[in-house]
């Protein structure tokens, strides 16, 4: 009989012990997309920035640090597919629990979409730039989509490869431009692209670029869904979470500084010239590496379809906690009893993927001004509120326990909070061009939603409420929580 019930157990989990550090990085990574950021976000930065924008840069990297202090601590713990999800609930309750699951759903369930419209508009404009074949967008989109569902089905050690591959060419030919550019500069090199005084509209402007420094950083946490397929993953989630962290942070500082220097950015007929490029990282290799005009735009391909896989990939991990807990449809916590795979979130999301990605791509066009920026906009509100409430989470979980530590546990959670309320400002506040000022609203009426559906679990099915995000991958630890109370109410 219990080995009947370890079978069902086993057929009903993800596979576990599968996944290595270099594993997790390369999603965490991947989920920043760096070369996607860098290529999309510095022209977005530059003109309040100005030659400052290595130094919003900097300022988001350490923001970002704080909140993967967060990560760190609580995955040394709680290792969870539920990341978030899982760490809120055992620190702030069960009520935070459904919403921070609630959030992330949106949060990570909106970028898909996005990221869908983006690869397809950047595959049809590089075909048709480079082969004279006018591929329609979505085609492309749902091209993408396929390798994708392959790819998650068949095996999440495969993609997470895959994306390691992608990253590691994409990021190599991009810090090749930026090494010739920075050599060739000449008297663009300058340290006062790390002043504020450079840029045109000073600490405002330096904090107005850090905005969007901190958008290239969102998905650094992706490597904490892999909690349950991770060998020893209360020491290698944490390796991985902050590794990926340190390594894109520190290729977006050395990337800007290579594009400040390199355009001569403290010239203001070059920066007046930059302001009006759409496309900086060419121009740069028109100037400097022409041998690399063909693998710079690549790069941003790749960029965007290794982002796609794994957004994709850390989506439905969250989507199978949150269905093993009952919270949405529970058939979303079913398991290929074969590949190991959250197959039926998989789909599901796909699904969501093409319905939506294909509608906002029609209303608002697919490239990154369009039905990307929308998506990611609302996305970047819902886990920004997330990893507010981790930082108070993490205070209170690890307040009554004998390993708190002052620094780690109570003072970087609380930079952390303070650092993400002037971007969470600028994205949510009123005033905003159609259509970004209903990304507010549209936030707003999601938790409204998620009011309602928890005050119809707690009516009809309390017994939901009460399993809410209890699952970690330790059932030693799990017995250790539950014996020194775990916050959850």
């Known amino acids: 009989m219990e080995g009947n019930t370890d079978s069902a157990v086993r057929a009903h989990s993800l596979q576990r012990g599968v996944l290595s550090v270099p594993n997790g990085i390369a999603l965490a990574a991947a989920a920043m997309a760096p070369v996607l950021a860098v290529v999309l976000n510095a022209p977005a930065a530059a003109p309040q920035a100005g030659e400052a924008l290595p130094l919003s ?9 704080f909140i993967g202090n967060n990560v760190v601590q609580f995955s040394r713990k709680l290792p969870s597919a539920g990341s978030f999800y899982t760490f809120n609930t055992y620190g702030l309750g069960r009520t935070a629990g459904f919403f921070t699951g609630w959030l992330f759903a949106i949060g990570y369930g909106i ?46 050690k495969a993609s997470v490869r895959v994306d390691l591959t992608l990253l590691v060419l994409e990021v190599a030919i991009f810090l090749t431009l930026a090494i010739v550019a920075i050599f060739n500069a000449g008297g663009g090199n300058t340290v006062k692209a790390f002043v504020p005084s450079s840029s045109p509209h000073g600490v405002s402007g330096v904090g107005l670029g850090v905005v969007f420094g901190i958008l290239s950083f969102i998905g650094f946490d992706a490597a904490a869904t892999l909690g349950e397929e991770t060998k020893n993953p209360k020491r290698n989630i944490p390796i991985a979470v902050g590794g990926a962290l340190v390594a894109v942070g520190i290729f977006y500082v050395f990337v800007m500084y290579a594009l400040t220097a390199g355009y001569h950015l403290n010239n203001p007929a070059q920066m007046a010239q930059f302001l009006k490029d759409p496309n900086p990282f060419v121009t740069l290799a028109h100037r400097y590496t022409s041998w690399l005009l063909q693998p710079v735009e690549l790069a941003a391909v790749a960029g965007l379809f290794s982002c796609f896989l794994a957004i994709h990939n850390t989506t439905v991990r969250v989507m199978y906690s949150m269905g ?133 679990f707690r009516r009809t099915a309390p017994e939901r409420i009460a399993a809410l995000g209890t699952f970690v991958a330790d059932d030693e630890l799990l017995a250790e929580v539950e014996h020194h109370g775990s916050g959850i109410d």
């Open 57 to 65: 840069f900097l300022v988001a990297f350490v923001a970002c640090l």
């Open 111 to 156: 970028l898909a979409p996005g990221l869908f419209d983006a690869f397809g508009s950047f595959l049809h404009d590089y075909l048709l730039s480079t082969f004279n074949a006018n591929v329609p967008w979505w085609l492309c989109s749902l091209f993408g989509l396929v390798i994708v569902l392959g790819l998650s089905l068949r095996s999440i």
């Open 324 to 456: 093993r807990d009952k919270v949405i449809p529970s058939m979303m916590g079913r398991v290929h009893q074969k590949w190991f795979s959250p197959h039926v979130a998989i789909l599901s999301l796909a699904a969501f993927t093409v319905a939506v990605g294909i509608g906002t791509g029609l209303w608002l066009g697919p490239g990154a001004t369009g039905a990307y920026g929308f998506t990611g906009s609302i996305g970047t509100v819902a886990i920004v509120l997330v990893y507010g409430a981790s930082s108070f989470a993490l205070i209170r979980y690890f307040w009554a326990l004998p390993e708190r530590n002052i620094v780690k546990h109570v003072v970087l959670p609380l930079l952390g909070v303070v650092a993400f309320l002037y971007p969470l400002w600028s994205v949510a506040k009123p005033g905003q061009s159609w259509p970004y000022n209903l990304v507010f609203w549209i936030v707003i009426a999601w938790i409204v939603a998620g009011i309602g559906l928890y005050a119809y």
